[in-house]
């Protein structure tokens, strides 16, 4: 099942055309927001990455529209320059 699956999505027709698109979508974003928390008090903690960056980190913001701050930048401990935070 699983190679049968493969040779269909490796056949679809004008597959690398849209897996190139996609690539260029996401190199135009300056930057992806995800894992959005926010607690009754109206504070935010989300993970944020820098386009062209693999290194994920933790940010705050005390309300919507403040400034946000960094909280955790993984690479200040190590010189490795790939992070992904998972859970937080």
């Known amino acids: 099942q699983g190679t049968y699956a493969?040779?269909?999505v490796e056949n679809i027709p004008g597959r690398q055309r849209l897996i190139d698109k996609q690539l260029e979508y996401d190199a135009s974003s300056a930057f992806?927001?995800?894992a959005v928390k926010n607690t009754i008090s109206g504070k935010y903690f989300y993970l944020k990455t820098l386009a062209k960056?693999?290194?994920t980190r933790l940010y705050y913001r005390p309300t919507k529209d403040s400034e946000e701050i960094l909280l955790y930048d993984p690479s200040i401990y190590s010189s490795i320059d790939e992070y992904q935070i998972n859970h937080y």
């Open 6 to 8: 493969f040779d269909i």
């Open 32 to 34: 992806e927001i995800y």
């Open 53 to 55: 960056e693999n290194t």
